[in-house]
C-alpha cells in the first residue's frame, strides 16, 4: 500500500529537521553557548514517531530523569 504524498514529505521533513536536532545538540556539547541536551532531547522527540531507535532511548533518558529527579527529593521513582 503507497502512503499518499504528504505522508512521504512529512516524514521526510521529520528526519531531516529531527537529524538537524540531534547534530545541533551534539555540537552544542562542544560550544559552551548553546544547551546540547535540549536539542538531542527535541530530536529524539520529533523522531520518536518514526523510528524505533529513537522512541526507545528517548525512553530511557525519561526514566534516567525520574531516577535523578526522585534521588534529588528522596522520593521512590513511583511516588509522585
Given amino acids: 500500500m503507497r502512503r499518499p504524498p504528504v505522508a512521504r514529505w512529512r516524514r521526510a ?4 529537521v529531527g537529524l538537524t536536532l ?3 545538540g551534539l555540537l552544542g556539547g562542544l560550544v559552551p ?3 546540547g541536551w ?3 532531547l527535541a530530536g529524539l522527540a520529533v523522531l ?3 523510528s524505533r531507535w529513537a ?3 528517548l525512553e530511557r533518558l525519561k526514566l534516567l530523569w525520574r531516577r535523578v529527579r526522585a534521588r ?5 521513582v ?3
Avoid: K
Fill in 33 to 35: 553557548v548553546l544547551q
Fill in 78 to 80: 513511583g511516588d509522585r
Fill in 72 to 76: 534529588a527529593t528522596g522520593r521512590s
Fill in 48 to 50: 520518536s514517531s518514526h
Fill in 22 to 24: 540531534i547534530f545541533l
Fill in 55 to 57: 522512541r526507545e532511548l
Fill in 13 to 16: 521533513v521529520d528526519w531531516v
Fill in 38 to 40: 535540549v536539542f538531542v
